[in-house]
């Protein structure tokens, strides 16, 4: 159960559905979850051991946040090893993968909905189908933990912009589907430097 419960925190995390600026709850945690409390106060100690939670006075937990020195390190590791996995995976995911990520992309750019959510699914599940394609465990756990430390940045990020993000990713998607793996690392890297402009301009709009 305790299993469980951690995997449902850390996508509820990846997917921003932890509050940022409050103390996390174990019994609404455990409402939300249908379990008791002792399994969401075993996961919270897990999270806070890969250092993604914080506890303050009291005993309350938070999530940890990170500075823009920590998150451009994390960023430039992210940009690195994602842009290998990429050139990896290029030509090993399975068409009807990118076919359906592509549908999902046509939908996105149609509109309606909640554009963000959907493109954070997206965004997820993209990287998640290059991870199992580049058949590479090591690597999957780091990129793993660099991608959950961006979430503990203390700016907000810029909303995306959804035509320019279903532009980054029909890239990365066409240039794993023609097994290009020098377009696709090239892809993938133009898509974290579009995230990397997006956040320095708002930190200098504040």
């Known amino acids: 159960m305790a299993d469980t419960a951690y995997a449902s925190l850390h996508a509820m995390l990846l997917t921003h559905r932890l509050p940022l600026d409050a103390p996390l709850s174990e019994r609404n945690l455990a409402a939300e979850l249908g379990i ?7 996961a919270l100690r897990r999270l ?4 993604l939670l ?6 309350l937990m938070y999530i940890r946040r990170i500075g823009i020195e920590e998150f451009l390190e994390v960023l430039q590791l992210r940009r690195l090893l994602e842009g290998e996995a990429a050139a990896a995976a290029a030509g090993r995911v399975p068409p009807a993968v990118l076919q359906a990520l592509h549908g ?7 509109g309606g909905g ?3 959510a959907a493109r954070l699914a997206i965004d997820l ?4 189908a290059i991870l199992a394609a580049a058949d590479n ?5 780091v990129l793993a933990d660099l991608r959950r430390r961006m979430l503990l940045f203390a700016t907000p ?6 035509a320019r993000a279903c532009a980054d990713y029909a890239a990365i998607l066409d240039a794993l589907a023609a097994g290009d793996a020098a377009a696709a690392r090239a892809a993938m890297a133009a898509h974290l430097d579009t995230l990397r402009t997006g956040i320095l301009a708002r930190l200098a709009a504040l």
């Open 36 to 42: 008791s409390r002792t399994p969401v106060r075993e």
């Open 48 to 51: 806070e051991g890969e250092g």
């Open 54 to 59: 914080d506890r303050r006075g009291g005993g």
């Open 104 to 110: 999902r992309l046509r939908a996105l750019r149609a």
């Open 114 to 116: 909640r554009p963000d």
């Open 125 to 128: 599940d993209l990287h998640g």
């Open 137 to 141: 465990a090591t690597m999957g756990r």
């Open 157 to 162: 990020r810029p909303p995306e912009d959804p």
